[in-house]
């Protein structure tokens, strides 16, 4: 039986990211069909693939690894690979915020850089490093997600691949939506409250890396635990079980992975709904003009 916790945490890093990806995709594929270069789109699906099986790669890779070590060093990497993609994901969320409004006039011109040096493989290359960033970051992602997920459930690591699986569909459905000419998806209140729900997400798996550090006595400090409601709202269990897999919950978590918990939370929501600072110039940006449905 699937972890309903672990299949929404799945699903909603899928979705985000697959959404960021397929823009990028769609952006390309669309500008090379308004400038009658639709001739070189099989060069950007195959730059996609080969991001793709990239990704999948490292994550297989990653994934397998963490399995076949032995405590301490499970716990070590496990902790070492939670802490990362809170990191990695963080960051990407903030740069995604700030470059958000400038990301399709920026692909355009790196486009028509590649076709104008004659080397339209070139464009698989763009595509490559443009999708490449987005898979490797979901890759690392998941990965933290399936390790923390499988020690509450024996279906917790299926359960969040399947999730994304679901969310990569419907992302897809969007990025092709959107190269048809569709505005129907207010992207930025998608992006906003997406973005948000992986930060609830980042900081449960940044709070259970502090968890496996203090199992290993990397973390001496604030290790006794800060309440006990295990017998009100266990976490392996009903909806205890779906909030671990969800956002980190513990019925007795430690101080210190407490108070890890809500000062990330704390911190970086405030960071990020905080409205963007304006360009140094004090000009704002220019407006981008919307594509047309592709034929």
Known sequence: ?????????????????????????????????????????????????????ASLGLGAAIFLTVGGLEEPYEQLFEGTTLLVAAAVVT??????????????????????RVLGAGGAWGLAVLAFTAVIREGLETALFLVAQATAASKGTESGAVSVLGGAVAGLLIAVAIGYGFYRGSRRIDLTTFFRWTGIALIFIAAGLLSQAIHEFIEIG??????????????????????????????????????????????????????????????????????????????
């Open 218 to 295: 990397i973390i001496p400090l604030g290790t006794a635990a800060a309440y006990d409601i295990s017998s009100v709202l266990p976490h392996d269990r009903g909806i205890g079980q779906f909030l671990r897999a969800l956002v980190g919950y513990s019925a007795s978590p430690e101080v210190t992975t407490l108070a890890v918990y809500f000062a990330y939370l704390a911190g970086v929501l405030a960071l990020y709904l905080r409205p963007i600072a304006p360009r140094p110039s004090g000009r704002p940006e220019p407006a981008e003009r919307p594509e047309p449905a592709a034929s």
């Open 91 to 112: 960051w990407m969320l903030f740069w995604m915020r700030r470059q958000a409004a400038g990301a399709s006039r920026q692909l355009r011109a790196a486009v028509e």
């Open 1 to 53: 039986m699937l972890d309903a916790g672990a299949l929404s945490s799945g699903f909603l890093t899928g979705l985000r990211e697959g959404v960021e990806a397929a823009l990028i995709v769609s952006i390309v594929l669309a500008y090379l069909a308004r400038t009658g270069n639709s001739r070189h789109a099989p060069k950007i699906w195959a730059g996609v693939a080969a991001a793709i099986l």
